[in-house]
Structure formats: C-alpha cells, structure tokens
C-alpha cells in the first residue's frame, strides 16, 4: 500500500510545486527508504506516460488533412480514420442515402471532427453522427455532414438531424458553413426556417423563445409563418412565433465561430532570390530568418530545391553575434523566425491555435551529418525579446521538436513535421529550423556543413472552433 | 570527410534514437517533470547519441545505452538549475538514478493501457488531467482557469493519478522486455 503523504509529495515534484520544506521531507524519505524509491519510480512512469498518452490523443482533432509524418513516431491514426469514415461515409451516402422517412436503420450522416475540453467526457472525435436527436450538454463540436455542410454546434444544445440536408433546432447556438453543393441546407427553428441560399449563417436560440440569425457570407431565406424574405451577408434578424421578423445588426459574439485554417504564417519558406537571411542570431521581429551563418543555394551537388528554385544551405554552427570561444562547442547550425501572434488573439480572443509546421530536407552524397530537425517553440511577452525567452528555459509555454536522421541520396528530400497545441497565453512563437553535426570535428574556421540544406518550410495555423461570447 | 563506413552506423543508430525516443521521453520526464524542459534535456541526449554514435555497439541494448546518456544530461539539467525551488539535491537524483525503473517493453504496451484506464476516470478528473498532460498547463495555471485553488488543483490531480494507477495494477502484468 502506498504511503498516501509520500505519494503526495512525489506528486508535487512531479508538478513543480514542492515547498522547501516539502522537498526536505521527500528527500529524507527517498535517501533512507528503498520502497519510497520505488514508489517514486513507479509515480514518475505514470508522469510520463501521461504526457504520451495525452499527447497523442491531443494529435486526434488535427490540423489539416495534408499527409503528416508521425510526430515522434506515433500514428495520427484516429485523425486518418476519421478522414477515412468521412470518405467512406461520403461515398455510402452518396449512393444508398434515401429520405428519413424509409424504414432502416439510422442514416449516417457525417462524422464528429472536433470536441473541445468541455465535450470531451461525452464524444469521441471520429465518432459517426446518425440521423435522429443530438443533444449536447455542454462544450462546443463541430459536424462535418457528408454533404460537405459543417456545422459548429455550442451546448447546451439540442438538435433533431433529419437528414444532411435538413435539421431541426431546438436550444442551443449553431454556426453552418453551406458549400454552393449542398445549397438548400435548412434549419427549422419553433420561430421559423432558415434555408441556405450558398451561405455561412449562425443560429442562437434564445431563453425568452426568441430565435437570433446572420448571416455572414451568402445570403438565407428566412420563412417566419407567413412572412418570407432573404437576409444578406452581414445582416442579422430576431425571430419569434407569431411576430413579424426583425431585422438587425450582425453580432458576431452570438454564434459559434467554426474552425479556421489561418494558413502559412511563414515569410520566405521557400527560400527564393531575395530571401531575407541573417547570421545575428534569434530574430527579434516576425518575418525574416536569422541565425547561424548559412546562405541561399540554388541547385548544386546534385540536390535540386524541393520547391521553386531556392533553398536554404546550413554552413556554420555559429553565428556572428557569439563569443568566437564558444563557437567550438556548437553541435548545430540553426535558422530561426519569429511569428507573432498578437493580430489572431486580438481578432478571437481567447482561442485555441494550433500549429504544423513542415520542412523537408536533404544532403550531399559525400556527406557525413545525417541529422536535422525542426522545432516550435511558444512563448508570453514580446517578440523583441525572443532571444531571451529562448535561453530562459523556465519561460516557454510549451514546445516540440522533430529530429529525423537523412540518408545520403541527393535525389530524395525527407520530411520532418511538428504539430503544438499552443497554450492560450502564448503571444509568439519561435520556428526552429537546424543541421545536427554527427561528430563535433570540423574547424569552425571552415565550412562544417558541406552540403545540407532545407527548403518548403510551411507553418500552417488553425484556430479551433471558437465558443460564442455573448 | 570520413570513409562511408561510420555513416551507415551512424544512422542506425539515429534511426535507433527515433524508434526509441518515447521511451527515452517518458524515462527523462521522471526526474525532470517539466515538459519543456525534457524536450531539451531529449534534444541534448540527441545530439550526444549523434556525437557518440561510434561507441554504440549495434545489435547490444540501445535503450539501456542511451538511458545512460540520458542520466548524465539529466544531472547536468539539475546542476544549471540547482537554486530552483523544485530541484532534488543531486544525492537524491544520483540515488534515484542507480536504481532505475526496468527498461520499458518497447511495444508502448504501459502507454496503451493508461489510454483504456483514462477512458475510465470521473469527468473532472480527466479534465484536470487534460489540462495538465494534453494542454500542458501549470497546476496554478489550472488552478486560475477553474477557479479552483492550487491546492484543490494539486489534491485532485494526486487523486486521478492513483485512481489511473489502480487501474493500471488491475490489468494483466506486462511481460518484461528482451533488450
């Protein structure tokens, strides 16, 4: 039986939270007691696989559909599954779906693509959504039917799904991004119905039986008892049985945002003719490349770039803002961006950002450094200060790296990917892009790395579905 | 350069590193529970394995070798970082240390169990233990979020950790690895 006072203790090292007296304590035991050493191991093994565990599953409700590499070896594969359930699906439907009122078994109709931490006691991601009553108690998901419709559904909610085409609407917020093939997507609310003319629209059910609507792209045809009409882009209406619709403003902060590729937020990953490249160490702006001394190469030794007709080439594992002593202990040659963050937060404040960045690599047939990795790294404050931040161990918010090792074909590039749920605090974050010396043997007075290089560097950032503010 | 012998070696043993580094991770985390901070003290065993490759003998235990490898940046961390509040004394770690935990099977085995046992845990609890491992938060952090104290944080992520950990004891024993 485990000591409980000990298992707390050893809890609160692993936590970073020990008091000094607390850590005399702990190790007082650990010194004098083998079975509190083993105890400790045993806590500590669950620690870090915890932070596996999580991690992976953190992995689940990915990026972006393109073809990933593995972070530290583990299979996205519930992302893949997903995406696979969601082309099967799409595929099934589009040639046995019949309306609801056939008899069978539930229709299949779209596949759950996100939960946030709120949700996530009650769905699964890749979880399949059937024809029938959704309800959703609390926390927000995100829908995507086999029509192609998402829909971003905030609890409490309830929802009657009649089909892909049509649903019924009755507590809850819902924003639903309408592709033009599946124009004619309807939401029927006790106020009336809203049908899709090509659009993104939201709908909040309202606790005084009002029904709020806008749109914010396209336009939506509204049908409130008898009264008909169209809402355009921006526009918003209030809705209640037996009254005549009332327009107003758009309030975007009624509605759940849906999830939103931001894109590639790096400047000058492909490395073209008049890439910004300095040799001054960590960049203390967004939006050029600083760090050790390296340069832009176009094709030679038989390496021709991976995209465009540029590339990055590592040369130094220094830089020249560096005491010339220290030069001899460097094992890497590194390049850096800055990419802040301050423009996505004040847009949606308080949403979660997640990051895969991607680079592919390649060397020299006749070279011996096979490694390379790539890292990303998030951080509060200001970007001015990124060099800073970057030596402070204790201030990064969090951080991942991918080190892959290459083989010695110029004719193949070898990817290295990083995925990071960044922390909300986080204000920048550091791209770390480097060349691994195998042995530390070259003179730093010549060229250590004689024919590594890196191009098709990508960033790419997506906010998670956003709750509705007000 | 060099002859081409080493760097067929030397990417076996960086294509070691890769296939082991889990496990390398998870070993790490136990005596530097910051994450961030074990992602550089992995990144530091990185560059050393690169570096020391040649002394590696292929086909004998890589995990055991490199765990060795481990240990040593482990205490370096611990000595750049003596006057923090957290940091056991190097005695402590250099007893911890000489006796380590078996050498995890390399099947992830442990890592898929805790996966079914977290299924298993109350609301709440695998809530705190989100925020804690998948968003990487601080207990204070936490703490702040849920509007919970610290020490409510603390007490309730001790109790997730022992209901996950019987819950672990529950399920059939692992056998112990070959390597």
């Known amino acids: 039986m485990?000591?409980?006072?000990?298992?707390?203790?050893?809890?609160?090292?692993?936590?970073?939270?020990?008091?000094?007296?607390?850590?005399?304590?702990?190790?007082t035991e650990l010194l004098a007691h083998a079975s509190a050493r083993r105890q400790f191991w045993e806590q500590a093994r669950l620690h870090g696989a915890l932070h596996e565990a999580m991690q992976l599953s953190a992995a689940q409700p990915a990026l972006s559909t393109s073809a990933a590499e593995p972070a530290f070896g583990l299979p996205f594969w519930k992302h893949y599954a997903a995406l696979f359930l969601l082309f099967v699906g799409i595929c099934y439907w589009s040639v046995f779906w019949k309306p609801a009122n056939a008899p069978g078994p539930p229709q299949q109709l779209g596949v759950l693509t996100y939960r946030d931490q709120a949700a996530a006691n009650t769905f699964e991601f890749g979880q399949m959504i059937h024809a029938g009553e959704l309800n959703i108690a609390k926390g927000t998901v995100e829908l995507s039917l086999f029509n192609a419709v998402t829909l971003t559904v905030q609890g409490p909610a309830r929802l009657d799904l009649h089909s892909p085409d049509r649903i019924t609407l009755h507590a809850g917020r819902l924003h639903a991004r309408v592709p033009t093939p599946a124009k004619g997507f309807a939401v029927s609310t006790t106020a009336g119905t809203l049908t899709d003319l090509g659009t993104d629209f939201g709908i909040s059910i309202l606790a005084d039986g009002f029904v709020e609507a806008a749109v914010f792209e396209g336009q939506v045809e509204v049908e409130s008892g008898s009264q008909i009409m169209i809402l355009n882009a921006n526009e918003g209406v209030r809705l209640k049985a037996g009254q005549v619709p009332e327009k107003q403003p758009l309030n975007n902060g009624r509605f759940p945002l849906p999830h939103e590729q931001l894109g590639n937020l790096l400047v000058d990953g492909d490395f073209e003719t008049g890439t910004q490249l300095s040799t001054y160490d960590i960049p203390a702006q967004a939006g050029r490349w600083s760090g050790d001394v390296a340069?832009?190469?176009?094709?030679?030794?038989?390496?021709?770039?991976?995209?465009?007709?540029?590339?990055?080439?590592?040369?130094?594992?220094?830089?020249?803002?560096?005491?010339?002593?220290?030069?001899?202990?460097?094992?890497?040659?590194?390049?850096?961006?800055?990419?802040?963050?301050?423009?996505?937060?004040?847009?949606?404040?308080?949403?979660?950002?997640?990051?895969?960045?991607?680079?592919?690599?390649?060397?020299?047939?006749?070279?011996?450094?096979?490694?390379?990795?790539?890292?990303?790294?998030?951080?509060?404050?200001?970007?001015?200060?990124?060099?800073?931040?970057?030596?402070?161990?204790?201030?990064?918010?969090?951080?991942?790296?991918?080190?892959?090792?290459?083989?010695?074909?110029?004719?193949?590039?070898?990817?290295?990917?990083?995925?990071?749920?960044?922390?909300?605090?986080?204000?920048?974050?550091?791209?770390?892009?480097?060349?691994?010396?195998?042995?530390?043997?070259?003179?730093?007075?010549?060229?250590?790395?004689?024919?590594?290089?890196?191009?098709?560097?990508?960033?790419?950032?997506?906010?998670?579905?956003?709750?509705?503010?007000? | 350069m060099e002859s081409d012998q080493p760097i067929s070696h030397q990417m076996q043993v960086q294509q070691l590193f890769v296939k082991h580094q889990g496990v390398l991770k998870r070993y790490i985390l136990s005596l530097v529970p910051d994450f961030a901070d074990a992602d550089d003290v992995l990144q530091q065993v990185f560059l050393t394995v690169s570096e020391k490759a040649d002394d590696y003998e292929l086909d004998t235990n890589f995990n055991a070798w490199a765990r060795t490898i481990a240990r040593y940046k482990i205490m370096n961390h611990w000595r750049r970082q003596k006057?923090?509040?957290?940091?056991?004394?190097?005695?402590?770690?250099?007893?911890?240390?000489?006796?380590?935990?078996?050498?995890?099977?390399?099947?992830?085995?442990?890592?898929?169990?805790?996966?079914?046992?977290?299924?298993?845990?109350?609301?709440?609890?695998?809530?705190?233990?989100?925020?804690?491992?998948q968003r990487e938060l601080k207990p204070g952090a936490i703490a702040d979020l849920k509007n919970w104290t610290p020490n409510s944080v603390y007490v309730a992520l001790s109790r997730a950790r022992t209901l996950l950990r019987d819950c672990l004891e529950s399920k059939p024993a692992t056998p112990e690895p070959n390597a």
């Open chain 1, 2 to 27: 485990p000591d409980p006072r000990l298992t707390l203790l050893i809890d609160r090292f692993l936590d970073g939270s020990l008091t000094h007296v607390e850590k005399i304590e702990l190790e």
């Open chain 1, 295 to 470: 340069c832009l190469a176009s094709g030679e030794q038989g390496i021709t770039p991976h995209s465009g007709t540029g590339m990055l080439q590592f040369v130094n594992t220094f830089n020249h803002m560096e005491d010339p002593d220290l030069e001899a202990t460097n094992l890497a040659c590194e390049q850096w961006q800055v990419i802040d963050l301050a423009a996505f937060k004040e847009q949606t404040p308080g949403a979660q950002f997640q990051v895969h960045a991607q680079a592919q690599f390649n060397r020299a047939a006749d070279t011996v450094d096979s490694g390379f990795a790539l890292g990303v790294y998030a951080y509060d404050g200001k970007p001015s200060d990124a060099h800073a931040s970057w030596k402070k161990h204790s201030l990064r918010l969090a951080g991942h790296f991918k080190a892959i090792q290459t083989d010695a074909n110029p004719a193949t590039w070898e990817p290295a990917s990083v995925r990071l749920n960044v922390p909300r605090e986080a204000d920048f974050l550091l791209l770390r892009v480097y060349a691994v010396e195998n042995r530390q043997d070259d003179p730093v007075s010549g060229v250590e790395f004689g024919g590594h290089y890196a191009d098709s560097i990508q960033f790419n950032i997506r906010r998670a579905p956003v709750p509705a503010r007000n």
């Open chain 2, 83 to 133: 006057a923090a509040p957290e940091a056991l004394s190097e005695e402590v770690l250099e007893t911890l240390a000489a006796e380590p935990p078996a050498l995890e099977p390399e099947d992830n085995s442990f890592v898929h169990d805790l996966e079914a046992c977290l299924n298993q845990l109350p609301p709440t609890a695998r809530e705190l233990v989100e925020m804690r491992y």
